[in-house]
């Protein structure tokens, strides 16, 4: 395997995609490597492995891509990563070659703004994301997003949203608690029945529903079944009656018939 393919023979001098990304990993392995702290030597790796995996990836393109990234995607990839911290168009156009100018030019005309601008965006989109996520301070967010000072940042956020960080916030809190309320409303709706309907029993094989009238309904079967006994007992107790006076079992003398009469 190493006679048909030796890493430790190839070339590996190129010239980088990204410039300032290179440059700002060479920047910390230095500090840190330069630096008294034991954690410093350990972060050297971190640093070291980002380098790699950076070096890794652009040979592997090398092969796909022909034509090299622009100048745009090179600004893009750059303050991406490094937005929260403190990024000047000079630094930019110094470390890429070219004049401030002619990049922010060259920015504009693909993007819609300038590279300071999509700086502002991008801080202003992940102090948004904080506000409505999270209970930290706003001078924690102001320093986090990358402005120390947290008046400066309550007047960008206004220019840029058209409200201060913390009306922001509160109208985040209350367009949360009304979805939850109405999710909560549309729950209880969809668990809890109506009047008319009570203990739901559904089995595979048998239904059962019981409502508030059937109460009524199984009294008025009980009161016809009632009544139809007694109408049966009545009728009964008529015929019984009938057979009686059909035979009348009476003895009496038939000569006296004032006697006979009186006692019929």
């Not at 922010?104 to 506000?131: D, W």
């Not at 930290?136 to 008046?151: K, N």
């Not at 985040?172 to 309320?181: A, G, L, P, R, T």
Request: net charge neutral; glycine share 4%.
């Amino acid at each position: 395997m190493l006679n048909q393919h030796n890493p430790f023979e190839e070339s590996w001098a190129t010239a980088p995609d990204h410039a300032l990304e290179l440059r700002e990993l060479v920047r910390n392995i230095h500090e840190c490597w330069s630096g008294q702290e034991r954690v410093g030597k350990i972060q050297v790796k971190v640093y070291f492995f980002q380098l790699v995996q950076i070096v890794l990836l652009q040979r592997s393109r090398m092969f796909d891509e022909v034509q090299q990234p622009s100048l745009t995607d090179q600004v893009l990839r750059y303050i991406k990563a490094h937005f929260r911290e403190t990024i000047s168009l000079d630094s930019l156009a110094q470390s890429l070659n070219y004049s401030p100018q002619y990049l922010s030019r060259k920015f504009k005309e693909q993007t819609g703004c300038t590279p300071t601008e999509y700086v502002i965006r991008l801080r202003m989109g992940e102090a948004r994301s904080l506000l409505a996520s999270t209970e930290a301070s706003l001078q924690e967010i102001a320093a986090y997003v990358g402005y120390m000072d947290p008046f400066y940042f309550n007047r960008i956020f206004k220019k840029e949203t058209g409200i201060t960080p913390g009306q922001y916030r509160l109208k985040q809190q209350d367009n949360s608690k009304s979805v939850s309320e109405s999710t909560l409303n549309e729950t209880n709706e969809s668990i809890v029945t109506g009047g008319d309907e009570r203990y739901p029993l559904i089995d595979d094989d048998n239904h059962y529903q019981y409502t508030g009238d059937e109460e009524i309904n199984m009294f008025n079967h009980f009161k016809s079944a009632i009544m139809s006994l007694a109408l049966v007992l009545t009728l009964s107790a008529c015929g019984t009656a009938q057979q009686g006076l059909k035979h009348p079992k009476l003895r009496l003398n038939p000569n006296n018939r004032q006697s006979w009469k009186r006692k019929w």
